[in-house]
């Protein structure tokens, strides 16, 4: 297995200062922290063979330097990918920075602020982040809401048009209704206008097996439709530990429960392949 949506905490808040707007000194966040070495002891004592440390972003804001510490030090165990302003006047240089220079795999990037416009990342001024890290062979992630996901998935499509050796990594399934049931589970029209680009990937976590899990239903049904629309070899499994609540050992259990209705093949593809393929083969 490889999990690659896996969040890190530092205990050095000296070296690795949690952002003046973060609140987590008062809110608790850090007193149990998921270091770089207490991560790989999850992974080790889970048979989870690699990670992909990804930003905390409302803790650290845009100061990726923790995740990228990290990969360097345990290269055979972890990749970072950074968060960015994509609006920033300096975005061409800041993914430059973090992408050819820090190693990170991609850029992620999520709604700036609430309620903003839902094709944000799609304006001129975002796309010179989408240019830059196309042009060093990374990858892009994105984060959508429920409240603007539809509107979101309309402006994605003339993006991944754009940048089509760019891959796309829609996270939390691009936060599907997956409770919603059968036959669709979630999986609706915006979803699948884009099951044709090969380029675009998603991602589930405990944001998806976490609400399935609280209502006492299956992961499996929503995860085997989003196979069936995509194929596996575009699907990734991914932990959302330290941010979502719970035992890691718990999570890495819901994800193999999450494949139940899969092949054997299309199993090892989605706890494995497909992360290696974006983020560890490119």
């Known amino acids: ?17 949690p952002s003046p707007l973060s ?20 992974l080790d004592a889970n048979g989870v063979e690699r990670a992909l440390a990804v930003q905390r972003a409302h803790i650290y804001g845009f100061h990726n330097d923790y995740v990228c510490d990290a990969a360097a030090a345990y290269p055979e165990r972890l990749r970072a990918l950074c968060m960015v302003d994509a609006l920033a006047d300096d975005i061409c240089e800041t993914v430059r920075y973090w992408v050819r220079e820090r190693g990170s795999v991609g850029i992620r990037l999520t709604e700036p602020h609430k309620g903003a416009d839902p094709g944000w990342f799609s304006s ?12 060093l062979g990374g990858s892009v992630r994105l984060h959508f809401y429920r409240w603007n996901r539809e509107a979101a998935l309309r402006a994605l499509l003339p993006v991944l048009k754009s940048f089509p050796d760019t891959p796309v990594v ?32 998603l991602l589930y976590s405990m944001i998806n097996l976490g609400k399935l899990a609280a209502l006492d239903l299956p992961a499996a049904p929503v995860v085997a439709r989003v196979v069936s629309a995509f194929g ?8 959302d530990v330290a941010q979502s609540k719970g035992n890691y050992s718990d999570m890495v259990e819901l994800a193999r429960a999450s494949v139940g209705l899969l092949s054997q093949a299309q199993q090892q593809q989605v706890l494995h392949g497909t992360a290696n393929a974006v983020y560890w083969e490119r």
Not at 179 to 185: I, L, R
């Open 1 to 17: 297995m490889i999990d690659s949506h896996a969040h890190l905490i530092s205990a050095d808040v000296g070296r690795y200062p």
């Open 23 to 42: 609140g987590t000194l008062e809110d608790g966040a850090l007193d149990n922290p998921v270091t770089a070495e207490r991560l790989i002891a999850l």
């Open 124 to 135: 001129k001024a975002a796309l010179r982040a989408w240019e830059t890290v196309a042009e």
């Open 170 to 201: 829609l996270d939390h399934f691009s936060n599907i209704v997956g409770e919603s049931g059968a036959p669709n589970y979630g999986v609706d029209e915006a979803l699948l206008a884009l099951d044709d680009q090969p380029n675009v990937y």
């Open 232 to 239: 596996a070899q575009r699907v990734m499994w991914g932990s």
